[in-house]
């Protein structure tokens, strides 16, 4: 959802096919790439291709600084800016965040042994209330299997309510013209600070994948591009330098043909130093195709009904996924003798079924209703 120019909130499905994109690669790193597993090589060859899914979280990233961006610059000067905002962020982001959150520490409590050993001293381990305020980045979580499973996708969460705190003072404040030279500031200081711990730290620095000053180009990169895509004058050269626009578009495509094959993974050097900020362009030339050119082939696939129907719900899909995986393979394996590929193809293809269903209830009984309740709030 998206605010027009006049104010009334105006919905692009283009974006919901980007948001299933985005969740459909996240979930698919998650069940279906283990580089790891003893496949023959037809399908380790197959799994090579959900490598690079982890870059689902960029174009979340990309595609919230454009949204909550354009919504903010839309209304900078309601009376009722603050208040409304931070309200619907409440509406859309805790009644299912929270919920997930003491389900998994009363299931602690509740259950067997079997979880409580899994997840010993969750309970009490002062970083896990932490989970409540969105900090969960801020630190090293040592999960162990259940809470893995349940809370290890969150730290984008917490990336992204930070970004909410900052996002409505700085489209207040600041003039178009000081907002679009900080977030200029911002796209270029992130991948300095990547390049500047790597060379002090002489290894891998896992911590800068989940710290938001450290991924806040993609966020920023979104955020610019609302402000310029506000101006008349910005929409009109895109579309009538549409070649340009694809023209990078190829370019930065074969750069993460590159990274998919020898960066894939998030702490590798190149990718942790200037790859991040590589993906985070790719996606938001991306978003640019979909919006500037809405007749040609990437417009016309991003409005695929099923891909939009994934974006609707990606929010409580991402949030349940991983842990609705662990609980089907523990259901189709822990009898087994051996784990079998049929029992584990099962399993996920389950773990599919039930995740899409269960988010779409979500959706349809919870979410929406609510979303609907936070929109009485007007700006």
């Excluded at 998994?104 to 381990?125: C, M, P, R, W």
Aim: with cysteine.
């Amino acid at each position: 959802m998206t605010q027009a120019s006049n104010g009334k909130p105006s919905r692009i499905p283009e974006l919901d096919g980007l948001r299933g994109f985005a969740i459909l690669q996240v979930v698919s790193i998650h069940y279906f790439y283990n580089p790891s597993a003893n496949l023959p090589v037809g399908l380790h060859f197959l799994q090579s291709f959900f490598a690079l899914g982890w870059t689902g979280v960029d174009l979340f990233f990309v595609l919230s600084g454009f949204l909550i961006g354009g919504i903010l610059l839309d209304v900078r000067a309601s009376p009722n800016y603050f208040k409304t905002f931070y309200i619907r962020r409440i509406f859309r982001i805790v009644p299912l965040y929270y919920p997930w959150l003491f389900c998994l520490i009363g299931l602690l409590f509740l259950s067997g042994s079997a979880f409580q050993k899994q997840s010993a001293h969750l309970g009490t381990d002062w970083r896990t209330w932490g989970h409540f305020l969105f900090l969960q980045n801020l630190w090293t979580n040592h999960y162990s299997t259940l809470a893995d499973w349940w809370l290890g996708v969150t730290w984008s969460l917490a990336i992204e309510e930070q970004f909410y705190l900052a996002a409505p003072f700085l489209a207040r404040f600041l003039s178009r013209r000081h907002l679009t030279i900080f977030l200029s500031f911002v796209i270029l200081a992130a991948p300095c600070c990547r390049i500047l711990v790597r060379i002090l730290m002489h290894r891998p620095v896992h911590a800068m994948y989940r710290l938001t000053p450290f991924r806040a180009d993609a966020l920023a990169l979104g955020m610019l591009a609302a402000c310029c895509w506000h101006v008349p004058e910005f929409r009109l050269w895109l579309v009538r330098n549409k070649n340009i626009l694809y023209a990078m578009f190829g370019l930065f495509l074969a750069g993460m043909f590159a990274l998919g094959i020898w960066f894939q993974s998030p702490d590798s050097s190149l990718t942790q130093t200037v790859g991040y900020s590589w993906i985070a362009s790719f996606y938001l030339l991306l978003l640019l195709i979909v919006l500037t050119d809405t007749a040609g082939p990437i417009a016309r696939i991003a409005r695929i009904g099923w891909l939009g129907e994934w974006g609707r719900i990606s929010y409580c899909v991402y949030l349940i996924h991983a842990a609705v995986k662990y609980f089907c393979t523990e259901l189709m394996t822990q009898s087994a003798t051996q784990i079998t590929r049929w029992r584990s193809g099962v399993a996920v293809l389950l773990s599919v079924g039930i995740t899409f269903g269960l988010a779409k209830l979500s959706w349809t009984f919870f979410e929406a209703p609510l979303l609907k309740e936070g929109h009485r709030y007007k700006y």
